[in-house]
C-alpha cells in the first residue's frame, strides 16, 4: 500500500522535483525561473506545493537567494542522482534520434546479401557513420524467430511459409535458381539437358537439408518425378560455388550469386529443360512494432 502511494506522488510531483533541484541547484528562485522559461511566482508556487505534499520545509530565504534546510538538503542527495540519470536518458534519446549514435541489427540468408543487400548496407555505413551495424547469416527460420523475439530489427528471408500476420514487407528480391558446372563440365553448358539425365549421370551438389532453399529444391526434383540424394551437401553457398569450380559436381545455386564467377569463366550455366521456378525473399520486420530510428533509416532508403 505504501509503495502504490510513494509511487503515485512521484508521478504526480515529477515536474515539481525537477522545479526543486534545479532551484537547489542555482541557489536562486530567480535563476531558476530563468533557467526553466518561468515566472519567479510560478517557482514559488511549485515549492509551496511540493512542501506542502512532503509535510516539510525545503528552503529558508537568504540575502542571496536560498538555501536548503536540513530536510531539504537530504531530499537534494536523494533526488540528484536520479534527476542526473533523467538527463542523461534524454540525452540519449536525442542522440539516437539524430542518428550521432545507436545500432542497426539485420539477419539475412547469404545467399542475397552477396549483391542486393551489401550495396546499400554500404551506402547506409557512408551516409550514418556513428550507427553499428550488426549482421547475421541465418536460415529463413532462424530469421523469422529472431524477428518475433525482438532480437533482429530487419530480415531478409524466403517468404514462403512464414505468418503474414506477423510481418510487413518491406521489399521483395526475386530469385532464380541455375545449374552450374566448372571447366570439368563445361561441355553439359553448351547441350540442352533434362533433369532426369543431370541427377541420374552427374553428381550433384546442394546445400544441406534444413532450409527452405534446400526443400524448395527438394520440392522442384519431386515435382519431375525424380527423389534426389546429392552426393555431396554443404552448409553454405560460398563453398558449393568453390566445389562446383575445383569440378566435383554440378552446383544449384541462386543466378546472382554467381554473377562474377560465370563472367569470369570459372563457372557455366547449364540449360536444364525442366527450368526451376523462381521464387521470392522478402525484407521484412515484425508488425506492430515501432523501428528504431536508426533501422527506420535503413528501410527508407529501400523505398
Do not use: W
Not at 82 to 99: C, H, I, N, P, V
Amino acid at each position: 500500500m505504501l509503495g502504490g502511494i510513494l509511487k503515485y506522488y512521484m508521478y504526480v510531483n515529477l515536474d515539481l522535483y525537477k522545479i526543486f533541484y534545479i532551484t537547489a541547484k542555482s541557489g536562486s528562485i530567480s535563476k531558476a525561473a530563468k533557467e526553466l522559461f518561468t515566472s519567479q511566482p510560478a517557482i514559488s508556487q511549485s515549492i509551496k506545493q511540493l512542501e506542502e505534499k512532503l509535510g516539510g520545509q525545503l528552503f529558508y530565504r537568504t540575502p542571496k537567494g536560498v538555501s536548503l534546510t536540513v530536510e531539504g538538503e537530504y531530499l537534494f542527495r536523494h533526488v540528484e542522482p536520479g534527476y542526473g540519470l533523467m538527463e542523461t536518458a534524454e540525452r540519449k534519446f536525442m542522440e539516437l534520434k539524430q542518428m550521432s549514435t545507436g545500432q542497426l541489427r539485420i539477419s539475412v540468408c547469404s545467399a542475397i546479401c552477396k549483391y542486393d543487400l551489401l550495396e546499400s548496407i554500404g551506402q547506409y555505413n557512408q551516409r550514418y557513420p556513428n550507427i553499428q551495424v550488426h549482421i547475421k547469416d541465418e536460415s529463413s527460420k532462424v530469421i523469422a524467430r529472431q524477428l518475433d523475439l525482438g532480437e533482429i530489427d530487419i530480415g531478409v528471408l524466403n517468404l514462403n511459409g512464414i505468418d503474414e500476420n506477423k510481418f510487413d514487407v518491406i521489399k521483395i528480391f526475386q530469385m532464380q535458381d541455375c545449374f552450374v558446372a566448372g571447366e570439368r563440365y563445361k561441355s553439359l553448358s553448351e547441350t540442352d539437358l533434362t533433369l532426369q539425365i543431370l541427377a541420374e549421370e552427374y553428381p550433384i551438389i546442394m546445400l544441406q537439408k534444413g532450409g527452405n532453399t534446400r526443400a524448395f529444391l527438394d520440392q522442384y526434383f519431386k515435382t519431375h518425378g525424380i527423389d534426389l540424394v546429392p552426393q555431396i551437401e554443404l552448409s553454405n553457398m560460398d563453398l558449393i560455388v568453390e566445389f562446383a569450380i575445383k569440378g566435383l559436381g554440378i552446383a544449384c545455386v541462386i543466378k546472382d550469386y554467381v554473377q562474377r564467377e560465370l563472367h569470369r569463366g570459372l563457372l557455366y550455366e547449364l540449360m536444364v529443360k525442366e527450368r526451376i521456378p523462381p521464387r521470392s525473399l522478402g525484407m521484412v520486420t515484425k508488425k506492430g512494432i515501432p523501428l528504431s530510428t536508426a533501422a527506420q533509416k535503413y528501410v527508407d532508403m529501400q523505398v
